[in-house]
């Protein structure tokens, strides 16, 4: 039997959600594995380099923070930083979901 309300409708839209990531990951698969061998080592080349560009952006502006939070301790801005930490996960995503 159905179950019906709130509840429910969650219960499905999560069940409907992993259904199509699991077919998009599978498609992303398929795709890739379809390519000639040079296109597969340069998107593997390209993923990596976008990584590491935002691995670096990000262990740059965690350096960064630490030195402005060292270099100037008056201003008190520890209680800024899960924001900015959160605002850059943020623009991140976005950058890599419409990039």
Known sequence: ??????????????????????????LAWNTFRRRKASLR?????????????????SAGAGVLAGIILRNFPNLQLEAALPGVILLAVALFLLISSFG
């Open 1 to 26: 039997m159905r179950e019906f309300g709130p509840k429910a409708s969650l219960l499905g839209m999560l069940q409907d959600t992993g259904l199509l990531l699991a077919l998009r990951r599978q």
């Open 41 to 57: 080592v340069l998107s593997v080349v390209g993923a990596l380099v976008v990584f590491l560009a935002f691995a670096g952006t």
